[in-house]
């Protein structure tokens, strides 16, 4: 292996991680699958459309992991690394399979995309202040911590997600629900930086209102 | 508030914008109006800090536990490379 370059993308911690690998230390490894399995079963979800498939692509990944634990440079990170090994083999497993790529199909980014918020809410064209809020967002300032992070809120978050658009979900998938940066999710999923901010733009657009209307039924009467 | 001229952004187009702002993707010069209507307008910054809401409320708070029998097959693959 060469000496990782100054400013590469390795840590510290991942390359100690790294020399233990090497040296065969189950609890490394172990610290690892931890770590990574499940985002790396969400990206071959996002590719693959399917939880069996995901899970088959996953085990596969894990041996290329493997086999080329030997040959990493530590050019990236250890987790962009492995999820490059995932996102080759669900990508090559969706044309075996001969799916389209889930969020390559019905993206809709030519169409004109729905807006963000329902026009309705800003003050119609000819009116003094047309284009600002007629029925403004309500703050959530007020909305108490443990409500906002609480299982019934992720759920409804949750429940969102899975209904966006393909594209949309496979982006915020991986940039909210998994903390990537914009840079990983459009090398994982083959998008460029525009189109990838265009679906995310989307994806959270649809989710607030998901989450605005749940907070504003549930606020009634408090 | 001041009156709206042709300069200023109305608060639909924040929120149409509001993901490139977030993303530090803005030309300087949108950077600025968008600034400069945020300063003025509670509302749009309601807006924005439900967007912020939204990613933090996304998050995945714990990490995933792996099935007993995945990560058994899993180490067991480790023990046969390690060979």
């Known amino acids: ?222 | 508030m001041t009156d709206p001229t042709t300069d200023d952004l109305e608060c639909r187009e924040v929120v149409e914008v509001v993901t490139e702002y977030l993303e530090g993707a803005m030309a300087p010069g949108d950077r600025l109006r968008f600034d400069d209507h945020l300063a003025l307008c509670a509302d749009c910054q309601a807006y924005l800090e439900q967007m912020r809401t939204v990613v933090r409320v996304a998050g995945r708070p714990v990490a995933d536990a792996v099935p007993p029998e995945t990560m058994a097959g899993l180490l067991r693959a480790f023990r046969d490379w390690r060979r």
């Open chain 1, 1 to 222: 292996m060469s000496a990782p370059v100054a400013g590469s993308a390795i840590s510290a911690d991942d390359l100690e991680l790294l020399a233990r690998l090497r040296r065969g230390d189950e609890a490394a490894f172990t610290q690892l699958v931890e770590r990574l399995h499940g985002p790396m079963l969400r990206l071959a979800m996002v590719h693959v459309g399917n939880r069996a498939v995901a899970e088959e692509v996953v085990q596969d990944a894990w041996v290329g992991v493997l086999a080329q634990l030997g040959r990493f440079e530590g050019r990236s990170s250890l987790r962009t690394w492995v999820l490059r090994i995932v996102a080759n083999r669900a990508r090559t497993r969706a044309v075996r399979e001969r799916r389209t790529l889930p969020f390559s199909s019905l993206d809709g980014l030519d169409e004109p995309g729905r807006p963000a918020v329902e026009p309705e809410r800003f003050l119609p064209a000819g009116h003094r202040w047309a284009g600002h809020w007629a029925s403004p967002p309500r703050s959530w300032g007020d909305v108490p911590e443990e409500r906002l992070l609480s299982a019934e809120t992720r759920a409804v978050v949750e429940r969102a997600v899975e209904l966006l658009a393909p594209a949309q979900r496979a982006v915020i998938t991986l940039r909210d629900v998994e903390g990537m940066t914009a840079a990983e999710t459009c090398e994982l999923l083959g998008l460029t930086e525009g189109n990838q901010r265009v679906l995310l733009h989307r994806a959270r657009s649809r989710v607030r209102r998901a989450l605005e209307r749940y907070l504003d039924e549930t606020e009634v009467g408090r």
